[in-house]
């Protein structure tokens, strides 16, 4: 079984479509089908199904998926090792990120890695904080941006920036006007809030929980950018980290009393050394 082998697999596996996956590896169709079948005969059992219509991986396909990944990465990182020892840093940093940062300026710190590691391939996706942690111990990711809580087994977790969340309300609200408000006052309010699995979610949650207020939640987002929106259309109120609101001039802010504290953490796999290029990309965080 060859590494180039299963890095044909792992494209076809991806695209699931012959035509697209040989032009992704670089090869006319029938070396990559020539390349597949090889495999599959040296394996003993057919990887993909094949019609006009649609390829799928097979089980046997599904359940050398995950070893593939990993022989092909840990090859690719062996690579990258000898090249930071020869002082070029390159290969690829996989980042996730929850969608408001609080305090962390994200999209500078990437261009300030790149600037450094121009050779250094750099991958940005947002979800959950559960998926993130889970990517993250899984391998799928480098490292994650998340905040509290989470799930602290198999991490290792440095804490980069607080901050107080603030209530944002229509313009038009007869709260605008004010400069804070009792949490205390909002038990007859509509509220709009993020979906469930979000961390952010849990803490507002626990925070209203702990005073003893019960929200009446009247719609519920995935992201912060639909929240914003839909407060700003008069629907609800909502708690959210103060720098989401900065452009959406139809919503205004204010403090709350009690503050509801977040805090933002990087985290990276407690089981296994950072890749060359991810430890560089830890290292331009603020200790």
């Known amino acids: 079984m060859e590494l180039r082998q299963l890095g044909h697999f ?17 090869l006319v169709q029938s070396s990559l089908s020539s390349s597949i ?5 040296e394996l003993g059992a057919a990887l993909f199904t094949r019609s006009r219509r649609k390829v799928e991986l097979t089980e046997a396909g599904r359940a050398l998926l995950p070893s593939a990944r990993r022989a092909v990465a840990a090859a690719e990182e062996g690579e990258d090792a000898v090249a930071a020892v020869l002082g070029v840093l390159r290969g690829r940093v996989r980042v996730g990120a929850v969608q408001a940062m609080g305090g962390v300026p994200l999209p500078r710190l990437l261009a300030r890695f790149h600037a450094r590691h121009p050779a250094v391939h750099l991958h940005l996706r947002h979800d959950s904080v559960p998926r993130l942690i889970r990517d993250v111990v899984d391998g799928e ?6 905040d509290r809580p989470f799930d602290t087994r198999h991490v290792e977790h440095r804490a980069l920036a607080a901050q107080s969340l603030v209530l944002a309300v229509k313009a ?10 009792a949490l205390a006052e909002l038990s007859d309010r509509d509220f709009v809030e993020y979906r469930a699995d979000s961390a952010l979610r849990n803490r507002i949650d626990a925070a209203c929980d702990h ?3 019960s929200r009446r939640s009247v719609c519920e987002v995935d992201t912060v950018h639909d929240l914003l929106d839909v407060v700003g259309e008069g629907i609800g109120i909502a708690l959210v980290p103060p720098e989401t609101v900065r ?3 139809e919503v205004r802010t204010l403090a709350t009393d009690p503050s509801i504290e977040r805090e933002v953490v990087a985290v990276h796999a407690a089981t296994r050394p950072p890749t060359p290029a991810a430890a560089a990309f830890l290292a331009l965080l603020p200790r």
Do not use: K, N, W, Y
Request: aromatic share 4%; charged share 25%; no cysteine.
């Open 37 to 41: 079948a090889a495999l599959e005969r």
């Open 172 to 181: 038009a609200d007869p709260l605008a006007g004010r400069d804070h408000v």
């Open 10 to 26: 792992l494209v076809l596996a991806d695209e699931l479509h012959f035509t697209r996956a040989a032009a992704r590896a670089h």
């Open 247 to 249: 452009h959406h001039p």
């Open 141 to 146: 990711l480098d490292l994650a941006f998340v």
């Open 211 to 213: 005073i003893g207020l």
